[in-house]
């Protein structure tokens, strides 16, 4: 959702959520009801209709609690309040963790709760009122969330789906999976995800191949490659479409003359890929996959392995966040009643991200922004009457949501128009004293995010990237042998969790670098995105076969021909091609090694980049 189709969004959900809570008795709080219901909002969109609800199903009662709880507890004791807040930004910083996914949901959760402590309301209201404000947020954005799902409710898995076969995007694949998974699994969406995997594990090696061609041969292969993009993207429009084709031409294949050694077989591969992903989206069989009943579970179980630890990035981050949001309300505690404490919180929290290249990106939008809006609201100041600083605020809200997301320096300045135009215009004060208080605070908060953003842990070594990468791979590597000796029955269980561990910290200390190690290119910046997301991948999945053990000692071998191949210069083996699924592999286990294949070449192509 973008520009004036996020304006509308946003322009529902306010008047909706006010109207409604006036007309419920909540009074005053209606407003706060109005505005938590834009930060629910962040984290009830990005998945299936399933999917989403069933994360506002926990996420609700969770934002109702952050939001109202602080504020209760702090008319009785504000250290209670801070120490508690401070909590809820910890757990909010460690939510990512979880997967991209859980990103917003953590962005939602902290901001929710900062805006609901720091937000001043114009008058009194009971402890009914202020917890039935976020109440009613969570039931106006479900609501919303079934309005805009219910006529299409897999439409989001299919655009992953059709993105992961024609889109270059790092965590395309990833994404499409796991949304797959969260969106009651159909067998004729199963067969196109095991297809695209294939597709893309076969146009990785041929491209791979093709760099080590010359003449005629290379250029034959990029011709290949050029045919099966379009037939791909042909395809794709075909898996977004609501109900299936009537008609669908066949793949048309693009066979080039003789190959050398085994590029012909991969050439194969390729197109039945694409042949078959065709067959599934003409005959949508829309019976439901059978996965295995612990699945759920045990994907949790290896996105949090790792995550409490010192050696955890997630995890050092979350203590910045939150030590940084203390320091912030101690000092918002020294001005109380001030209506500019919510822009000066909300700003130290946005400001601090898992990486510090964000947070001192974030720190530059935001003073960027509110001195070219100061300079505005300036000129406004000098030439209009004070009465006209509140419908301009307002204009100025409803621009900056429309560009939020492609010019946040932009939205930041129209903020300070509408901050500083409404607090001088309800509240009678100055509002040239107000503009200078408000660039004041955001100078502090801008202080506090980056001192906190770029603080080093101590002892803590700061390894650059390709150390960080090679750190990675082996982790995953070691995981996959240990798997192998799981599916023989001869793993020691507490060697296999350490694995885990161990993976899942060198992937998360590969996406986000200590302050002070030198500052990726953009193109290592794509490349760790690719490889953060294929090297979980390779994880999950192999947590997945662990699950399905009936064909356990052919499982092994390929899974072991994958740990052997991560460090090979292409991802193939002697005969040019990824090990084939065992025979008596079923549907499932088929997909899930396909999913492995894929997520090698995408390794192999990170490290071009990344060594």
């Not at 937000?119 to 805009?148: C, D, H, K, N, Y």
């Not at 655009?159 to 076969?165: F, I, K, T, V």
């Not at 292969?221 to 479409?241: C, F, N």
Request: net charge neutral; charged share 20%; with cysteine.
């Amino acid at each position: 959702m973008k520009g004036p189709g996020l304006l509308v969004v946003v322009l529902v959900v306010l008047g909706g959520t006010a109207g409604l809570g006036f007309a419920a008795g909540l009074g005053n709080a209606s407003v706060l009801a109005a505005l938590t219901a834009l930060f629910c909002l962040i984290a009830a969109v990005g998945g299936p209709l399933r999917s989403d609800l069933r994360l506002l199903a926990g996420f609700g009662p969770a934002l109702v609690l952050a939001v109202g709880v602080p504020r209760l507890l702090g008319a009785v004791s504000r250290w209670a309040a801070i120490a508690l807040l401070v909590v809820i930004v910890f757990l909010a910083g460690l939510l990512p963790a979880l997967g991209s996914r859980y990103v917003t949901v953590g962005l939602g959760l902290g901001m929710a709760s900062v805006f609901g402590y720091g937000f001043q309301l114009t008058g009194s209201a009971s402890a009914g009122q202020i917890l039935g404000a976020p109440a009613m947020a969570v039931v106006v954005v479900v609501l919303l969330r079934l309005l805009m799902g219910a006529k299409d409710p897999g439409k989001q898995t299919r655009e992953a789906l059709a993105d992961a076969l024609d889109s270059a995007k790092p965590d395309a694949q990833e994404s499409a999976g796991r949304l797959w998974l969260a969106d009651r699994p159909r067998r004729w969406t199963g067969r196109v995800l095991g297809g695209t995997l294939r597709y893309r594990a076969a146009t990785g090696m041929l491209d791979a191949r093709r760099r080590q061609l010359s003449g005629e041969d290379a250029a034959a292969v990029g011709e290949l490659l050029g045919s099966a993009a379009e037939e791909a993207t042909r395809l794709a429009d075909a898996i977004r479409a609501h109900e299936a084709p009537s008609e669908l031409e066949p793949v048309r294949r693009a066979e080039p003359g003789s190959l050398p050694g085994a590029t012909g077989r991969l050439v194969t591969g390729l197109w039945d890929a694409l042949e078959g992903i065709r067959d599934a989206v003409t005959n949508r069989d829309r019976t439901r996959v059978a996965l295995p009943p612990k699945l759920g579970r045990e994907l949790l179980r290896v996105d949090l392995e790792g995550l409490f630890s010192w050696r955890s990035t997630q995890l050092r981050h979350a203590i910045r966040c939150a030590l940084g949001m203390a320091l912030a309300l101690v000092v918002a505690g020294l001005r109380p009643g001030d209506p500019l404490t919510v822009s000066f919180l909300m700003t130290t929290f946005a400001i601090m991200q898992p990486e510090w290249h964000d947070t001192l990106s974030k720190a530059w939008q935001r003073l960027a922004g509110s001195f070219g809006g100061a300079v505005v609201l300036a000129l406004v100041i000098w030439l209009l009457p004070q009465g006209a600083l509140l419908p301009i605020g307002l204009v100025a809200l409803l621009g900056g949501f429309s560009v939020m997301q492609s010019k946040p320096m932009v939205f930041n300045g129209c903020m300070v128009l509408l901050s500083v135009g409404m607090n001088a215009t309800t509240k009678h004060l100055d509002p040239r004293h107000v503009l200078v208080e408000y660039l004041l605070l955001m100078l502090l908060a801008a202080v506090i995010g980056l001192l906190f953003g770029f603080a080093a842990v101590p002892g803590v070594r700061k390894p650059g990237v390709p150390e960080r990468f090679g750190t990675a791979v082996d982790a995953v590597r070691d995981l996959l042998v240990e798997v192998t000796s799981a599916l023989r029955g001869a793993s020691d269980r507490r060697e296999l969790g350490r694995r885990f561990r161990t993976s899942a910290r060198a992937q998360q200390g590969l996406l986000a670098a200590e302050p002070g190690t030198q500052d990726p290119t953009p193109e290592q910046r794509e490349a760790l995105d690719r490889a953060v997301e294929a090297l979980r991948g390779l994880s999950v999945t192999a947590s997945s076969l662990l699950l399905r053990r009936e064909s356990g000692a052919a499982l092994a071998e390929a899974v072991e021909e994958v740990a052997r191949e991560l460090y090979e210069d292409d991802g193939l083996d002697d005969d040019g091609m990824l090990t084939s699924p065992p025979e008596t592999a079923d549907e499932e286990q088929r997909l899930l090694l396909d999913t492995m294949a894929a997520d090698v070449v995408a390794v192999q192509e990170a490290a071009r980049t990344l060594r």
